[in-house]
């Protein structure tokens, strides 16, 4: 029974079914032009077949979002989403932002994000946790139809490892040390620690927020449920992005 309950506790869940971890080697998610366990869902027109879509291509061991849209053209927001469910787990997401923008946003900084317990892909955005990837703001925290609890400095919504808890909800938890972007002009690495409903965002290296107790909306009006497992997401948000070395591996070993 004890080591039924570690390989459960080690595992990944996927589908609805838990695999056992292999020496904590990192698995990658995205390894082929097929984006094998992913599809693609865009704004206004839900779910669309990845052969059928232009928003997110593979190229070179690179995913590309938007290549091959003129900027300043007009382009819905998308995302990709795994088919598969995970509950705990390090991700690691590399990124670079290419040079073109887009109509509704080619006037505004350049923004994308990561998307994790994922739980309702009907409504865009779909519902879940985020954390944010955009210029001069890479690791906020978005709380799309969920509510968390964060350490926050002086009263306002800035996480801060010793400052005081706040509960909130459908909210936008600000990055620690907002004062100072991690992000740099070339690729730039977030890693996710993700334990049920205790969330961790690095940016390059540095901790910059902690969010806990994690909920989705339940299906009576104000109730709260929660929010351990779900799906994970890259963004293409009216800007051109590349990700790359997109993987995940166990946590607790």
Known sequence: MKCIQLLLSLGLLVGGTTLAAQDGAATPLL???????????IDGQGEVAVDEQTHFVWEDSLLHALPAAQAGSKQAFAALVTDSVYGAYRLHVEYKWGEKKFAPRNGSVRDAGILF??????????????????EGDTGDAWLIGARATSTL?????????????????????????????????????????VDGDTASFYVNGHLVNTITKTQQAGPESGEWVPLREGRIALQAEGAEILYRNVAISPIGL
């Open 31 to 41: 390894y082929d032009a097929a984006l094998t366990g992913w599809h693609v869902i």
């Open 117 to 134: 317990h994922v739980y309702d892909t009907s409504i865009f955005w779909p519902s879940g946790l985020e954390c944010q990837i955009q």
């Open 153 to 193: 400095q002086d009263d306002t919504r800035t996480f801060s490892p010793n400052g005081k808890p706040e509960r909130r909800a459908g909210e936008r938890y600000i990055r620690f040390a907002r004062s100072f972007s991690w992000e740099q002009s070339s690729w730039n690495t977030v890693e996710l620690d």
